[in-house]
């Protein structure tokens, strides 16, 4: 069936667009873009989309699946509906499920299973579902069991059709990540690492400053980032492989980082959607959804990372979804196993206190969740033009709604947010 969004806010990072336009698609091609639309066939479905958004449609770089292994945390079903109701047409699992997403079978079974789950996408409560699942992007482990030790067969990954290679974990072993960096360089695919020192680390909880001080938990220094940062940018300008580097949370990371693009490193970065949205001083509620690892930074750090985005330095926001059960998150707040789900909420927060607030553009949110992100995989984001795919997310800034279950179709509730009235929904994906 055709649709034409009638005087839609247009937002499109491709061509540098913020324009209100009628937008006609059908078929899954977008077929006109124009400022009045009027030669249309009489089947085709009219929306009046005044007050609405649409853009390419969000790509997730890495975030948690519970399938396989911790069902009762999230299925790959309900992750992907999750993603659906949060505009993301892409969406990209890290390998650290049970067992381990380390070899051929394993990814072909998860593949096989989002292709079996079909179109049955969704939102949240009572709003219709028009909303088909996003693609499934699949990280194959770069060591066996995510162990950090041995390698596994990379080559073999390749072929199976892995995004890229990841253990979404620290990394101990320098020597292994340079023979992983020399391995990887033929096979064309994207690597990416979590820097972080865990002997630095240690037991600590939340980042090193006045305010961990203040609610008597153990730190994280800065320079359990910033450290395996430098040694990593080391490995990279040695050999030359390109690298995305994971989880970036500290201003002087942002520093190192853009010291190592003008020096013409290849490399790209990403923060999380919480890192750029919340302090240290919000851990005053001692509320376990704020457990993350990296830790949310001191108010500097959120500045810099802010100004990092903007300016491209940190080339993407990931959302790390990282669902737990209830039973895990009731703790005190350093026993409670770090993270915290976001699919359904980053576009709805960032756009709440960056956009509305004009610290952002919406086209710089709109790149760093969708072109950038997508360009850290090496992959493409079509422009909203005539004859162009349509992959698409259409998002009502307005629209207010309570997060709590029935309006969630993530099966698990670790946000901070529950319970609270948040503005700002998407509507529709076409993906």
């Not at 913020?18 to 078929?27: G, K, R, S």
């Not at 072993?173 to 979590?194: D, H, I, M, S, T």
């Not at 179709?409 to 076409?430: E, F």
């Amino acid at each position: 069936m055709a649709e034409l969004l009638q005087k839609i806010r247009v937002i499109d990072p491709v061509s540098q667009i913020d324009e209100i336009f009628d937008v006609l698609i059908a078929d899954d091609y977008i077929k006109a873009v124009a400022s009045h639309i009027t030669d249309i066939h009489p089947d085709t479905q009219i929306r009046d989309c005044q007050g609405l958004v649409l853009g390419p449609g969000l790509v997730d770089l890495y975030s948690h699946s519970g399938e396989p292994g911790f069902e009762e945390r999230e299925t790959l079903l309900s992750l992907l509906q999750s993603a659906a109701a949060g505009g993301f047409t892409r969406v990209s699992i890290l390998p650290d499920t049970s067992p381990a997403i380390d070899n051929p079978a394993l990814v072909a079974q998860l593949q096989q299973k989002r292709e079996r789950e079909g179109g049955q996408g969704g939102q949240g409560g009572n709003i219709a579902s028009l909303s088909p699942l996003p693609l499934l992007h699949i990280w194959g482990a770069i060591t066996l069991d995510v162990a950090g030790k041995q390698m596994t067969e990379l080559a073999d990954l390749a072929a199976a059709g892995v995004v890229g290679f990841s253990d979404g974990k620290p990394f101990e072993n320098l020597a292994l990540v340079r023979r992983v960096l020399e391995y990887v360089q033929p096979l064309g695919k994207p690597v990416a690492f979590w820097p972080s020192d865990r002997q630095l680390t240690a037991n600590g909880v939340m980042r090193e400053g006045p305010d961990a001080l203040r609610f008597g938990l153990p730190p994280i220094p800065a320079s359990a980032e910033t450290s395996a940062i430098a040694a990593m940018l080391e490995l990279v300008a040695t050999i030359g492989t390109p690298v995305h580097i994971m989880r970036v949370s500290t201003s002087r990371s942002v520093e190192l980082i853009a010291s190592a693009k003008a020096a013409g490193l290849p490399i790209t970065a990403s923060t999380t959607w919480m890192h750029l949205l919340l302090d240290t001083k919000s851990i005053k509620s001692y509320n376990t959804s704020l457990h993350l690892d990296p830790p949310l930074g001191n108010p500097n750090d959120v500045a810099a990372l802010r100004a990092g985005v903007r300016a491209g330095v940190i080339d993407a926001i990931a959302i790390d979804h990282t669902p737990y059960s209830y039973e895990e998150k009731v703790q005190a707040f350093a026993e409670a196993p770090p993270g915290a789900i976001g699919l359904e909420l980053a576009l709805p927060l960032l756009w709440q206190y960056l956009v509305e607030t004009e610290e952002f553009t919406a086209l710089e949110l709109w790149r760093a969740l969708s072109t950038s992100a997508a360009e850290c995989f090496g992959q493409k984001v079509s422009a909203i033009l005539p004859h162009q795919p349509a992959e698409l997310t259409l998002f009502d800034p307005q629209q207010s709604w309570k997060v709590e279950r029935k309006n969630l179709y993530t099966l698990s509730q670790n946000t901070s947010w529950l319970g609270q009235q948040i503005k700002g929904r998407v509507v529709q994906t076409w993906c």
